[in-house]
């Protein structure tokens, strides 16, 4: 067998798998091909560099072959390219240390069936923060957790075991303001959203989310996490107060919806020109992709950003701490919202509603 023709049946299912995720199509067997954009990426590239030192560059189809290929290795690279060093920050440096305006902040996915309790705690211990959020968190998971927290001084919490792999645990040394848990899209899957005081007496806005992934057996489409995650966009736009949102959205950076959260609720990424922060699969060293989030509003700098230890989870913590300082919010601050993009926030919201009813029409048939 030829070697030439499989290179280029490989190249042109890369090409495939790369415009796969502009289908406006919300099937998981679709929207799964954003998440290993960056290993398609080092794929195509390795593709390029072996067709063309390997064999004799001179048919107008060898020609045609790299340039296409050359193409789709391009548009890869505009879509990862922001999540390099050589990109600029989008949320810059702290230039204020002020103690009593900072936030730092530990999110860990700690997998429902981990047991490994003590290794979470000592890793919260070790990155000592201000904020913590756990998801994947059954009863089991707050029995062995909420005890211990309250000792190191984690007074204020908001806590929502389930058994469904969509419990919730927030605590906070920080006072919280009208916590309140709700249920968005249905009624098994929590999101926390609370006004939070900072020792300056600064009030700050967080959403905390952890919508389905876009797969079976949780879900067959994105709908419902499109949905979600537009819900919180329209939430963090209309807020009064600097916001942060965080939690496991199950969506990667660089996907079209996430794009959309970000232009719609007008939010930034810290991660942007500092790397990719994968936090899943902790398992797996080579099919890893940043699903766990932190977004801010234009008031906050970042002081640190970084991936905690292995919790024996298939999540790496992430930990981040932040300054509030508005006086700097006009450098970074993000134009508002396009119409079309409001319209495609609204539509998508509409999506899931129409999901719902056909859903409930069929149950009751």
């Known amino acids: 067998m030829k070697l030439k023709p499989i290179l280029q049946a490989i190249g042109i299912l890369a090409v495939i798998l790369t415009l796969f995720p502009f289908v406006a199509a919300d099937f998981w067997w679709i929207r799964m091909f954003d998440f290993p954009h960056v290993q398609l990426t080092l794929f195509t590239l390795a593709a390029i560099m072996f067709y063309f030192f390997r064999f004799d560059i001179r048919s ?25 060093p050589f990109a600029s920050h989008q949320v810059k440096e702290n230039e204020q240390v002020d103690h009593r305006r900072t936030l730092s902040l530990f999110a860990s996915n700690v997998l429902q069936d981990n047991e490994e309790h003590q290794r979470v705690l000592d890793e919260v211990l070790t990155q000592d923060a201000d904020l913590l959020i756990f998801t994947e968190t059954n009863q089991r998971w707050r029995d062995a957790l909420q005890p211990a927290l309250k000792e190191y001084g984690y007074s204020y919490q908001v806590e929502i075991p389930l058994d469904n792999t969509y419990g919730m645990l927030f605590y906070s040394r920080y006072k919280l303001i009208d916590p309140q848990a709700k249920f968005l899209i249905d009624d098994s899957i929590p999101s926390i959203h609370t006004l939070v005081e900072l020792p300056s ?24 996490r499109d949905a979600e995650m537009l819900m919180v966009a329209k939430m ?130």
């Open 60 to 84: 107008w189809r060898d020609y045609a072959f790299l340039l296409i290929l050359s193409g789709c290795f391009l548009l890869q690279l505009t879509k990862i390219y922001p999540y390099t």
């Open 236 to 365: 963090a736009l209309e807020a009064k107060y600097p916001v942060i949102v965080a939690g496991d959205f199950n969506d990667v950076a660089w996907s079209e919806s996430t794009k959309l959260f970000q232009r719609v609720s007008r939010l930034l990424d810290p991660r942007k020109g500092r790397g990719f922060y994968n936090t899943f699969n902790a398992k797996s060293w080579l099919m890893r992709w940043p699903l766990d989030h932190l977004f801010v509003s234009e008031e906050f700098r970042i002081m640190d950003l970084r991936l905690g230890q292995d919790v024996e989870s298939d999540h790496f913590p992430l930990y981040a701490k932040l300054s509030l300082e508005p006086s700097g919010a006009k450098i970074q601050e993000k134009s508002a919202p396009s119409e079309d993009d409001l319209k495609a926030g609204e539509k998508q919201i509409e999506n899931e509603e129409e999901k719902t009813q056909k859903e409930e029409a069929k149950g009751e048939n």
């Open 201 to 224: 007496n600064e009030i700050v806005q967080l959403h905390i989310i952890h919508p389905t992934p876009p797969m079976p057996p949780h879900d067959g489409s994105s709908t419902d």
